[in-house]
């Protein structure tokens, strides 16, 4: 059992990823701003986990950017006298658009909240991180399956951000011993844990395929919009590897267990499922699972889109012995049994 510092835990990964982490027997401090989340999650995560999590998960209201925040963090825990043994950094700011219009609040808590984190890690002798980095990276791919080793060329502020965070870890981890670091390069989490209790609520209009299918198909919204009908796929709209987001929870976990067990690490892995579904046999799928065929039209291709990403999950399996155990079905059962059930989100 270690202490772990979580930021952004009241988030869509992060929430998920807390369950298990307590399932598993862990002491857990959040730190999470609300930016993009509300403490009800969180509340549901201590339901989840039962009676035998009591007094493992402490959360702190607060900035990854303040280091007054960060030290209160690194104070607090279940346990007093052992320290934070290990952080999995998720807080962050995450839609592509909305960074290309802002990129300095991008930059600023992104970049320097993580750097603030890293510092405040050296200060309180930790130096265990796991962060969560994005097939962002990658933009639009020469090849697909994609490897680690293919070139890091992001095309959007949000994506640069992300690459500097990556380059900022490989450098610190260069400069002294004892740094044990991994990057996990997320492909697309979707879906919610099987209860239906905790699950994705965007703010407003949902930039992401996934949410917007869900929220048409629990009647917010009128129809989907695929953008783009042409693309050189087997029915031209584009493809992606989409995730569990508990597989990918999972993959935290194992990610986790691998730092911990070893000497000093930089880990740069993608975490995928190695297989691409298209936008239409999503739309497909998630009617099946909610038992009504979802309205959607062909459109526009959107800016800044590629037309197939799709993980090369092989590294992650070798390293962290991990790998996705579920499947596009699993994935629309459990977001349409979240969305049904709270139609509205965490307000609902
Ligand atoms: P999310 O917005 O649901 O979670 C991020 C959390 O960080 C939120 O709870 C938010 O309130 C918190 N936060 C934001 N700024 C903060 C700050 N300054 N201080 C403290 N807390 C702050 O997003 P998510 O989908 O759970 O993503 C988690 C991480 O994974 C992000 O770093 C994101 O960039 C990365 N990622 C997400 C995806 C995806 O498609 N969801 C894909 C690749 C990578
Ligand atoms: C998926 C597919 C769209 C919405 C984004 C970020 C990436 C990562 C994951 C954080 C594409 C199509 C979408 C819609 C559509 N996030 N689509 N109609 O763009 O693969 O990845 O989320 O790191 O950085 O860029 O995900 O869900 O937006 O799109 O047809 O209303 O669905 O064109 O083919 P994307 P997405």
Redesign the pocket.
């Known amino acids: 059992m270690a202490r772990l510092l979580i ?9 998920h990823t807390a369950l298990v982490l307590l399932e598993a027997g862990h002491e857990l401090v959040v ?7 509300s403490p009800e999650a969180l509340r549901r995560v201590l339901e989840l986990a039962g009676p035998e999590a009591e007094g493992r998960l402490q959360v702190i209201e ?4 303040r280091s007054t925040d960060l030290d209160r963090a690194f104070a607090a825990g279940a346990s007093p006298g052992a320290g934070v043994e290990a952080v999995i ?6 839609a592509v658009g909305e960074s290309v219009a802002e990129p300095l609040r991008y930059w600023d ?2 970049v320097n ?1 993580s750097q603030r984190l890293l510092a405040a890690m050296r200060a309180h002798g930790c130096r265990t991180v796991v962060f ?5 990276l990658y933009g639009y791919p020469e090849a697909v399956p994609i490897p680690e080793s293919a070139p890091i060329r992001p095309i959007n502020p ?1 994506g640069h951000t ?1 690459a500097a965070v990556e380059k900022m870890l490989s450098d610190v981890a260069a400069s002294e011993a004892g740094w044990r670091i991994a990057c996990l ?5 979707v879906g919610a844990h099987p209860s239906g209790r905790i699950g ?1 609520d965007p703010n407003g209009i949902p930039n ?1 395929l996934f949410p917007f299918i869900s929220q048409v198909a629990v009647g917010r919204r009128e129809q989907v919009q695929v953008f783009g009908g042409d693309w050189p796929t087997s029915d031209g709209s584009g493809v992606r590897d989409y995730i569990h987001v508990m597989d990918l929870a999972e993959g935290h976990l194992a990610a986790l267990n691998t730092l911990l067990a070893g000497g000093d690490q930089l880990l740069q892995l993608n975490l995928g499922s190695g297989h691409g579904h298209s936008v239409l046999e999503v739309i497909e799928a998630f009617g099946r699972a909610c038992g009504r065929s979802i309205p959607h039209q062909i459109t526009q291709r959107r800016s800044g889109d590629a037309a197939i990403t799709v993980a090369d999950p092989s590294e992650a399996k070798r390293q962290l012995g991990w790998q996705t155990r579920r499947n596009l079905h699993d994935i629309c059962q459990d977001g349409w049994r979240w969305q049904h059930s709270n139609p509205g989100g965490y307000a609902t």
């Open positions: 930021t952004g835990g009241a988030g869509f990964i992060g929430s730190l999470d701003n609300y930016a993009n989340s607060g900035d990854i950017r950094h998720f807080a962050g700011l995450k808590v992104n909240g969560s980095s994005s097939a962002t949000y992300k390069r997320y492909f697309n989490p994705e992401n």
